[in-house]
């Protein structure tokens, strides 16, 4: 039998040059930054394919359907989030983070070639929630094995930091997908061009992008966390283990609530928002999300930083005070005025605020948990709280809007945002009690 290897760095290696963690770094973020560009890019171009798909109904209408399948895609996260989750704590970080990519990959490519209603009728939408629902099984597990994975390889001192990047390429996918939507409507394409068929674009370099992550993240290393600790526990990713910690998933479940509402809403759900409320341009609204959100990704590593000197709680009990008295009076200033730089300083506020729960809820939810149990811990009861609140925020906005009672979303983000409020004002400072430290 062949001698094994470890699959971790050597001290020396790790101490002299620092490569390996730069190196694990950048892999598992650039993973992280297209898988999230695939998602979210059917967000961005909603606007362009909903008749394609949808083509009975005004401009609410179509966007609520797809609206609909983009919170369907939702419930199979909490799937996903059990299922890579358990791989990665049974079997290894790397092989979860590969095989999630993979799977996202066929999903962009699904919607890229999938016919139109008018050719193939009511397969069209049916084929559209099949790829929603395997990238939405993709990116439910993407981000508790990647939040895992970034955390175990910082240094302790570093760790906000580092971790903050997940947010980083979280919205560095949004802001890819948004970026390709501009040069396609300024530089390359027709309006109608982009509803016709340049809506597939976007879908077909997701597929292509996908397949390069995968080959960065199978060159990653596992982390020592894994293979030190987890590895050697019977017990490791099983959902017994995971009831064992209760106080720490519910915790994980109590800060997400508010921080998911509020971030969906400022993101995915603004531009349809900046467009059939505020009624700019669809080229103004795009333009106007695009630097909100680049500006709002350059704010997290320093709110990262930050949380390493002063701690996380702080950051997120600013969060849950400042969004709980704002979130009203934002959103009606903005469903009210017609500047667009008033519109873009006032979605900048927004963002400022949410930025405390953003930059730092990722190394949170990983210091609550044990290594054996870590990736399942923080992926299954995120993914079960965004499904339900996130992948459901715009759906609910476009139909109280359609309705006659849009103002009714913005007391329901201001409850959720309150709720998460009271858990981080009772929660420990997971800067001082980090399990990751005794891995």
């Not at 930054?33 to 005004?58: H, I, K, N, R, T």
């Not at 709002?296 to 000197?309: I, M, N, R, V, Y």
Request: charged residues 15%.
């Amino acid at each position: 039998m062949p001698p094994t290897t470890s699959t971790y760095p050597s001290e020396t290696e790790t101490v002299h040059s620092g490569a390996w963690r730069l190196k694990a770094i950048i892999g598992g973020s650039i993973g992280n930054l297209v898988e999230w560009y695939d998602w979210y890019a059917y967000s961005a171009f909603s606007l362009y394919f909903a008749p394609s798909f949808f083509p009975q109904g005004d401009l609410t209408a179509q966007l609520l359907n797809t609206a609909g399948i983009f919170a369907v895609g939702f419930l199979m996260r909490p799937v996903g989030g059990w299922l890579f989750g358990r791989i990665a704590d049974q079997n290894g970080r790397k092989k979860a983070m590969t095989s999630s990519v993979l799977l996202m990959s066929f999903g962009s490519l699904l919607i890229a070639l999938t016919p139109t209603y008018q050719t193939i009728g009511i397969l069209a939408p049916l084929l559209l929630l099949l790829a929603r629902l395997l990238q939405g099984l993709s990116v439910g597990g993407e981000y508790g094995t990647s939040a895992t994975y970034l955390s175990e390889v910082a240094t302790s001192h570093r760790r906000g930091f580092y971790a903050s990047f997940q947010y980083v390429t979280l919205i560095g996918g949004q802001l890819l997908a948004l970026g390709l939507l501009l040069c396609l409507q300024k530089l390359w394409l027709t309006a109608d061009q982009l509803h016709e068929w340049g809506w597939r674009i976007p879908f077909l370099v997701g597929a292509m992008l996908s397949l390069v992550a995968l080959y960065m993240r199978s060159h990653l290393k596992e982390t020592e966390s894994f293979e030190k600790r987890a590895k050697n526990s019977k017990d490791r990713g099983t959902m017994r283990e995971l009831l064992a910690h209760p106080r720490a998933i519910v915790t994980v479940v109590g800060l997400t609530l508010g921080g998911t509402i509020a971030f969906y809403t400022y993101s995915t759900y603004m531009q349809k928002f900046l467009v059939n409320t505020v009624h700019l341009s669809k080229d103004d609204a795009t333009l106007i999300s695009f630097v909100s959100l680049a500006i709002f990704a350059f704010l997290q590593p320093f709110l990262g930083l930050l949380s390493d000197k002063i701690g996380r709680k702080p950051l997120l009990i600013g969060f849950g005070v400042l969004g709980t008295i704002l979130t009203i009076p934002l959103l009606t200033a903005l469903s009210q005025t017609e500047s667009k730089l008033v519109a873009f300083a006032l979605l900048m506020v927004a963002l400022v605020i949410v930025s405390g729960y953003t930059s730092i809820n990722a190394v949170v939810k990983a210091e609550l948990f044990p290594a054996q149990i870590r990736a399942l811990g923080v992926g299954l009861p995120y993914a079960l709280t965004v499904a339900i609140f996130g992948g459901s925020a715009e759906y609910i906005a476009l139909y109280l809007k359609s309705i006659g009672h849009e103002n009714w979303y913005y007391y329901f983000v201001t409850g959720c945002i309150f709720i998460s409020l009271i858990v981080y004002l009772t929660m420990r400072d997971t800067k001082h009690t980090s399990l990751i430290e005794k891995d």
